[in-house]
């Protein structure tokens, strides 16, 4: 059966303007892929029998970036827009499961397609967007499989991160993975252990951020705790407490299943309770308790995100997240909002309360409806906070290190520690932010300290 699918003007007329030097050239992998699947492609990729050099011939007249020339890889970019437009190409082998060793390059789609990680991912489209699927996409597409191209031992082996791409596209499209590549995934399992972090970290967000993360990482919880060690004491673990309906890796997928797919709430939602293990205790009525989880969460999560090499913007806001996340919250306390807001800022404590909000939720113990009404509560009181521009830092506080030292406060240590107490007694609403309430408020302490 033919299939079509609709490509926009711009890869069109790459395709076009590579047909009209001479050259076979087609659409390729995810965007046919969404395509045949009514999504919007992300981008267009562009596979071509030009070689590079021709490649970079025919797009004289555009900016090209030299993206991987000896991958057969250049970006060429249409105002602005990028196309990556690469050689049919084989992959000799990945020795380090990073880059193949050395391309060849091909002169027919077939080979390319053939190198491709899985079925769905393997379709091609011509100009007129007519649909070549050698092995069997679209079916797979149809019935919702991720199916490796060729054996499945052989291909995990030669890239083990297709391992974890196959979890990624399960989760991102909600499918299942067929059953020889599901075999093959569990018992080359270890390999994973041999790709860059670099590489992980991207089809790790994309698995967490799937519709169907849970659903997956459920089903393969084995291959994921080769790279997330850590995980797997956290399988099985009862809770032994009235509050929690699942054990702790159960909890914490239920919990990711109610968090909104971003990249750093998913994180810090699948580590907050990484710690659990290690500090459970029971009480004398044979009750469960954590103490101290949220801390040893922490420091685990703080280890494991160095280890993917993780960028500090990200390793800080996620550990946050997972140390705060157990703090009792009254969404009306505005005393401990002002606190938190000024001790990390607005994007963690929103993430904060959406954390807590999942955190919760998958508790499997009911209360739905006064979970979302204790995190919209919260967040109003959050958002009226920054509306008011409340002092929320020395910046905005009405007093600063120059009054203190017009007041006879010696310069140095001292005057950072003072208004450091006065910003405090602010947050705590202690005090107004008034100059004159302030100079007061400094004088009382400062005598109280010459009086101890
Ligand atoms: P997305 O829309 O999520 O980016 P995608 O299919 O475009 O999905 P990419 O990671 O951008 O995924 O890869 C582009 C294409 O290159 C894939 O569709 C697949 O055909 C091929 N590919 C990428 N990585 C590999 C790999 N490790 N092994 C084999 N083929 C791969
Ligand atoms: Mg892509």
């Not at 960028?311 to 401990?336: G, I, P």
């Amino acid at each position: 059966m033919e299939r079509k699918i609709k490509l926009p003007p711009k890869p069109r007329s790459l395709l076009l303007r590579l047909a009209s030097a001479g050259f076979a050239a087609y659409a390729v992998g995810g965007c046919v892929r969404d395509s045949l699947l009514g999504l919007v492609p992300q981008d267009w990729d562009i596979c071509t029998s030009a070689k590079p050099e021709e490649l970079l011939q025919c797009f004289a007249g555009e900016r090209t970036i030299l993206t991987g020339v000896r991958y057969g890889t250049v970006t060429v970019l249409l105002e602005e827009e990028p196309f990556e437009v690469t050689t049919f190409r084989a992959d000799l082998g990945y020795s380090d499961s990073r880059h193949p060793d050395g391309v060849r390059f091909l002169s027919s789609l077939r080979g390319d397609l053939a190198r491709r990680d899985f079925t769905v991912n393997a379709m091609a489209a011509d100009a007129e967007g007519t649909v070549i699927d050698c092995f069997g996409g679209a079916e797979d597409l149809q019935n919702g499989l991720i199916r490796c191209v060729g054996t499945p031992q052989e291909r995990f082996a030669e890239d083990a991160l297709r391992i974890l791409r196959a979890l990624r596209f399960a989760a991102k499209l909600g499918f299942s993975i067929e059953e020889n590549t599901a075999a093959a995934i569990h018992a080359l399992k270890e390999r994973l252990r041999s790709v860059a972090p670099e590489r992980l970290r991207k089809e790790l967000k994309g698995l967490l951020c799937g519709r169907d993360a849970a659903a997956v990482m459920n089903e393969f919880s084995d291959v994921l705790c080769v790279i997330l060690p850590e995980l797997a004491p956290c399988i099985g673990f009862l809770q032994f407490n009235p509050h929690h309906a699942f054990d702790v890796w159960q909890h914490t997928l239920c919990a990711l299943q109610r968090a909104e797919p971003e990249e750093a709430l998913r994180l810090a939602v699948l580590l907050h309770d990484i710690g659990k293990p290690s500090v459970f205790s029971f009480d004398k009525n044979l009750v469960g308790h954590f103490y101290g989880h949220a801390a040893v969460s922490a420091a685990m999560s703080e280890k494991l995100l160095r280890r993917l090499h993780y960028d500090n913007a990200t390793t800080k806001l996620v550990t946050t997240l997972v140390r705060e996340h157990d703090l009792f919250l009254e969404a009306t306390d505005e005393r401990r909002m002002r606190r938190l807001l000024a001790r990390h800022g607005e994007e963690t404590v929103r993430l904060l309360l959406r954390l807590r909000r999942a955190d919760r939720l998958g508790k499997g113990k009911g209360g739905e409806e006064e979970i979302e009404h204790a995190t919209a509560e919260a967040e109003a009181l959050l958002t009226r906070i920054l509306r008011e521009e409340q002092c929320l830092s020395l910046r905005t506080l009405a007093i600063g290190g120059d009054d203190l030292i017009a007041m006879g406060v010696p310069r140095g240590r001292q005057i950072g520690a003072l208004l450091q107490r006065l910003l405090n007694a602010v947050l705590d609403g202690k005090l107004a932010n008034e100059r004159e309430r302030l100079v007061s408020y400094a004088q009382t302490l400062l005598s109280n300290e010459e009086n101890d």
